[in-house]
């Protein structure tokens, strides 16, 4: 039995990556690197979620890697919403996690995308991204992340993983919208080596009062 499952979870594994691979193919500049992301990167990423997490947006869901990493965080399939522009990875994801809300569309129409699904009104704790921020323009970075924090509530955290040895989201992108950074964790362990990242509202620090004389 043990045998059959494992035989499974490879053919499962193995139809992923080839379906992967060949959207890699078909736009290498849209899909980010040649295979889904390690569970090591899923773990890492799934450490920056508060305990307290109980709706999360993903954005740029792929084969589902951090789709099922959130599903086994404990989040409830209909507290979370996967968007994915890639219509075969769209369909993909639907036939794989079909009690979640799985939308394709771009993340630059998060919040109009996720209202209908009551993820603007009930915002979200957290979000979770595999998007190429790097190849992007900084236009189409400040409108996506703007969309997003739309929809994430006043402390909510957005988690993105990066490639490159440098913060993904540029410095004027993260001024203009009032957001601090922090560089989480890094693996070998994925193709290629991933960086995560975290970002949050700036929250000002009351100044206090003098003390009358």
């Known amino acids: 039995m043990t045998g059959m499952m494992d035989s499974k979870n490879t053919d499962e594994k193995n139809d992923q990556n080839w379906t992967f691979f060949r959207q890699w193919l078909k736009n290498p500049m849209g899909v980010a690197a040649i ?7 899923a773990r890492q ?6 305990d307290d997490t109980g709706r999360v947006i993903e954005l740029g869901g792929g084969t589902g890697v951090f789709t099922q990493a959130l599903l086994e965080f404990g ?5 979370l919403l996967v968007l994915e522009l890639n219509e075969e990875l769209h369909q993909h994801l639907q036939k794989r996690f ?11 129409e998060i919040f109009n995308l996720a209202k209908p699904l009551g993820f603007a009104d009930h915002k979200a704790d957290a979000i979770v991204s595999g998007l190429g921020f790097l190849s992007m323009p900084r236009q189409s970075q400040l409108e996506i992340i703007s969309a ?5 509530k006043i402390d909510g955290r957005f988690v993105q993983f990066t490639y490159g040895p440098a913060n993904p989201i540029a410095r004027e992108v993260l001024d203009t919208l009032g957001l601090s950074s922090r560089r ?3 693996t070998w362990w994925n193709v290629p080596p991933a960086t995560v990242y975290v970002y949050n509202r700036r929250v000002s620090r009351a100044i206090p009062a003098r003390p009358m004389r």
Do not use: N, T, Y
């Open 148 to 152: 997003a924090f739309e929809c994430l």
């Open 75 to 79: 989040i409830k399939p209909a507290d």
């Open 35 to 41: 295979s889904p992301s390690s569970p090591q990167l």
């Open 184 to 186: 989480a964790s890094f």
């Open 98 to 108: 079909p009690e979640a809300h799985v939308v394709c569309g771009d993340a630059r």
């Open 45 to 50: 990423m799934m450490a920056e979620l508060a």
